[in-house]
């Protein structure tokens, strides 16, 4: 599978910004997709992450409430709709295609990664 995140950007505290990953190749639509973060001088960190289907979500406790993760297994998307952005989340994100049906424990293909950038 590959992967291609894009719609990062520099964007002022308080803003809005949706991610999007591609998918092509063989397709991730039987499995997880995630999305991972990493910040400079830090580890890189789960952000969210979606069943096959869609029906199971997760969110790292600094984004709840604030970060939506949705997929289109028909258009082969994965997506990650950030409001409220603060300059904690300036970071580099990574899509992520799991060999699983949930989770991120097993992670098969990795996107090449789109800068945030949050400004104060």
């Known amino acids: 599978v590959q992967l291609q995140a894009s719609g990062g950007g520099l964007v002022q505290a308080g803003g809005s910004l949706r991610l999007s990953c591609a998918a092509s190749g063989r397709t991730c639509s039987n499995n997880a997709m995630n999305w991972f973060r990493q910040a400079p001088g830090k580890e890189r960190e789960i952000v969210a992450s979606?069943?096959?289907?869609?029906?199971?979500?997760y969110y790292g406790d600094s984004v709840k409430g604030r970060f939506t993760i949705s997929r289109d297994n028909a258009k082969n998307m994965l997506y990650l709709q950030m409001n409220t952005l603060k300059p904690e989340d300036t970071a580099v994100y990574y899509c992520?295609?799991?060999?699983?049906?949930?989770?991120?424990?097993?992670?098969?293909?990795w996107g090449q990664g789109t800068q945030v950038t949050v400004s104060s």
């Open positions: 992520a295609c799991n060999r699983k049906p949930m989770g991120w424990d097993l992670i098969g293909s």
């Open positions: 979606i069943s096959w289907n869609g029906g199971v979500t």
